[in-house]
């Protein structure tokens, strides 16, 4: 079975500073790694995935996530962040084997001016 | 941009009632999955849906639950007698085929409230 661990349910940064949100996980077999942002109201929206194409994902709004199997790693990384990014962020995985996401239990991002 | 749609938004009904949570997935998609969400707690997997029939159910989704696609665009959830610990968030979500890596694409959820 797969697993997701994700470290800290509140991180708050200012506003320009370093986003970054940590996702560890758990498979036995290879996995597929996901990041989905959930702004108020809204449902999950896909910031980027990890398919072994590449180590180094890059996705939407400016994010990027690295896939690090010796850490078993898929953390979450912006550079400087902005009011909008002001969401919960939530890793995913999945495998071949399961037409399932397991989801981390999220981590709400605040921006601070 | 196509998006998948849910309704209602907003749902509250009595213990022992049947509710019944719609979506509508994406047009082209063939794969359709139902997640909860229990307030403070992690999103989850219910069930998957291919070709008409269930493909894939967690141990959350019993007999008190069932799934439907009443005609070509509507992927339904059924809860026949609703209980206090099925209150949540409830998404739908679709996917072009069932494979690992495809990307599943969420709905904006029913938040349902059983009292």
């Known amino acids: 079975a797969q697993s997701v661990t994700q470290l800290g349910s509140h991180v708050s940064v200012s506003e320009g500073a370093l986003v970054l949100l940590r996702c560890n996980y758990s498979s036995s077999v290879p996995p597929y790694l996901f990041w989905y942002v959930q702004y108020p109201n809204q449902g999950l929206q896909l910031l980027l995935k990890?398919?072994?194409?590449?180590?180094l994902v890059k996705g939407i709004n400016g994010f990027e996530a690295e896939f690090k199997k010796s850490e078993t790693s898929f953390h979450l990384t912006k550079p400087s962040a902005h009011m909008s990014d002001a969401a919960e962020y939530f890793c995913a995985v999945s495998v071949d084997s399961a037409r399932q996401l397991t989801f981390g239990s999220g981590t709400q991002l605040t921006v601070l001016p | 941009e196509p998006e998948v749609t849910q309704t209602p938004s907003h749902q509250v009904t009595q213990m022992g009632q049947e509710v019944i949570l719609r979506c509508v997935p994406i047009s082209n998609h063939l794969y359709f999955y139902w997640y909860r969400q229990i307030l403070g707690q992690k999103v989850e997997f219910l069930v998957s849906?291919?070709?008409?029939?269930?493909?894939?159910k967690s141990e959350i989704f019993d007999d008190q639950f069932s799934v439907e696609r009443p005609d070509g665009s509507n992927f339904t959830l059924k809860i026949r007698s609703t209980k206090l610990e099925d209150s949540a968030m409830y998404f739908c979500a679709s996917s072009d085929n069932g494979r690992g890596l495809e990307t599943q694409y969420f709905g904006p959820g029913t938040r349902l409230l059983v009292l």
């Open positions: 849906f291919y070709n008409n029939e269930i493909s894939e």
């Open positions: 990890y398919t072994s194409a590449a180590t």
